[in-house]
């Protein structure tokens, strides 16, 4: 108990250290280029802070067990929709640019969709995992598109900063991709250390799944927007929330379900309740954030209160 509590520990101390190293740099790197926070957000940290789902997921396909990388993704999808945005908010009300109403969240709740029809007949094969390969590739290649189209807009804006430029790009780049770095090796030491003290506690590997490893792999999102959060960097956190949803879905169950040995079964209460929940989460997100372009705090505690309300559920049905 000891060990995995110390475990739990320095992978928590850890992925602090590595998003105060994302988020500072990331946030350069984007003055620097004349790209928003927003896309970098959505881009290269959402992809480094979903790697852990992604190590996850090959991990369980390689041992036979994909079908736990499913309650995972979903997991982790409603840990960021409800209980990491919602804190965000309760912490400092979300303002909501218009690209993000028009494009990204649409784009989410699509991938969300995408997936739960792709389940409805109990599993996921090979081809459905090229669907959502191609839908995450699609989503990739019209973010490329938007940030050329962004920096080209900004060619004749004000340089960037000096304190953008104080250090050699190839400095901040390597400064970006080690803070990454240690997030993903403190997420493993946390979802380690907390699934330990999970099984001694008698948890059923279904609950350890939808709340210990989802939380825990969800630690580099909570963490990372805790952090934007409190050094006014919004765009940034939200953009790595959006992103990280989309990614989790296409770029990670993708790959998992085409490496898994054959169909990948749904249980059927993931489906039943699970994964509608989370598709039902990001469809709401579209009109409500449409009809006021913003979170509030009583908006952001709302969905927080959902995700304990369904952590309760979990916790008297499955544990």
């Known amino acids: 108990m000891a060990a995995s509590t110390a475990a739990l520990l320095a992978g928590l101390a850890m992925l602090i250290a590595g998003a105060e190293l994302v988020v500072r740099q990331g946030t350069a790197l984007a003055a620097r280029f004349g790209v928003s926070p927003l896309v970098v957000g959505m881009t290269v940290v959402s992809l480094g802070t979903s790697l852990p789902e992604l190590a996850i997921g090959i991990n369980a396909a390689g041992q036979g067990n994909a079908g736990l990388a499913v309650g995972n993704i979903v997991g982790t999808n ?24 028009r494009f ?9 969709v995408l997936l739960l029809v792709l389940a409805l007949d109990g599993s996921l094969t090979n081809t459905d995992g090229v669907w959502l390969c191609v839908y995450g590739a699609a989503y990739l290649g019209l973010m490329v598109v938007h940030t050329r189209r962004q920096a080209a807009a900004s060619k004749g804006e004000p340089a960037a900063t000096a304190s953008a430029r104080a250090r050699p790009v190839g400095l901040q780049l390597l400064l970006l991709v080690a803070g990454l770095a240690v997030i993903v090796i403190g997420s493993e030491f946390l979802v380690d250390g907390a699934v330990r003290i999970a099984r001694i506690w008698g948890a059923s590997d279904t609950f350890i799944g939808l709340t210990v490893v989802a939380i825990g792999t969800s630690a580099p999102e909570l963490v990372t927007t805790i952090v934007s959060t409190f050094r006014g960097d919004r765009s940034l956190a939200l953009g790595n929330l959006l992103g990280s949803s989309v990614f989790n879905i296409a770029l990670i169950l993708g790959p998992t379900i085409l490496a898994a040995p054959g169909p990948v079964p749904v249980p059927d209460d993931v489906l039943a309740l699970d994964m509608v929940l989370m598709v039902a989460t990001a469809l709401v997100c579209v009109p409500a954030f449409f009809t006021r372009r913003r979170l509030s ?23």
């Open 297 to 319: 705090r009583v908006e952001g505690g709302a969905f927080v209160a959902a995700y304990l309300v369904y952590t309760a559920w979990l916790l008297t049905t499955r544990l």
């Open 104 to 112: 990204d969240l649409p784009i989410m709740a699509g991938a969300a």
């Open 78 to 101: 409603l840990v960021n929709l409800l209980l990491i945005l919602g804190l965000s908010a309760l912490i400092r009300p979300v303002v909501f640019e218009h690209r993000t109403l």
